[in-house]
């Protein structure tokens, strides 16, 4: 009797997966902005939460979200570990959510082993603060090998935040593996300045954030905007964060969205204009 092919590996390393209620609120909130086209376009509404970390909080928070723009969702959550699966299927038992859409399994870049999503290509997969722990050359391929398991369309979240979800950052990957964009998400109650962002940015961006590079520059003009935009701060942080995005869109930078997403502390710009 021939012997049973070795089971696959998940491609990855384990993280240290800190995780927290309500951290992943902005990445969210965006994929139920922007991104909700492309959500309740899909023929199959299959998302990936991928290294979500040591509970089961932020992808049922994830599910909970989507279900207001897509009530058929189903939220996949992968981890390296089985332990980490265990404890999440566990946690949500307990919490009264088993059966509402959400399951967990074991898996990496690769998406799982061939059974785990039985065939299907995710239309998006978030990944929260698992890059940013690699070696950045291993960024690249791990986007392209992400996205050839989405769906035609589909999109890869490689996201940065701080532990309380106050400020983050991310790259929209297309499924060709290619950088779309970087979105910045801040809270504007106190903030001193935009670029404060910096050490939250993907790993792809946070070792080239020096003068002479495109990301450098980037958040130096948000930086002199806020500055400049000052006296609107009579009017509160939103207006003043508002004028500033469309003071560096006046200066050329290729700004996405509309102002009511800049008041909300949330900005894109065009991956290729800060170096991606």
Known sequence: MPASPAPRRPVGRPTRGTTGTNRLRRLDRWLVGPGASL??????????????????????????????????????GLEID????????????????????????????????????????????RAANVLRQYPVEEVGPAWRLVASRLAPGGLLLDATCDEVGRRAAWVVVDDDGAPRSLVLSLRLAGLERPGAV??????????????GEPVHAWLAALDDAWAREAPLAVFGARQ????????????????????????????AVAAASVGL
């Not at 089961?56 to 969702?73: G, I, K, M, Q, S």
């Not at 566990?90 to 399994?105: I, Q, Y």
């Not at 898996?107 to 082993?113: R, V």
């Open 198 to 211: 910096a050490e939250r940015l993907p790993k792809a961006l946070i070792e080239r954030n020096v003068p």
């Open 240 to 267: 003043r964060f508002a004028a500033a995005v469309a003071r560096v869109r006046e200066a050329g930078w290729p700004v996405q969205g509309r102002p009511a997403r800049w008041r909300l502390g949330e900005v």
């Open 82 to 125: 089985p332990e980490r699966v265990s404890a999440a299927t566990e946690g949500l038992r307990r919490a009264g959510l088993a059966g509402t859409g959400v399951r967990f399994a074991v898996g990496g870049f690769e998406l799982g082993a061939p059974g785990v999503l039985g065939g299907r290509r995710p239309v998006v997969v």
């Open 39 to 76: 959500l309740r376009s899909a023929d199959d509404p299959l998302v990936v939460d991928l290294g979500y970390g040591a509970s089961h909080t932020t992808t049922a928070e994830l599910a909970a979200r989507l279900r207001v723009v897509r009530p058929d969702v189903d939220v996949v």
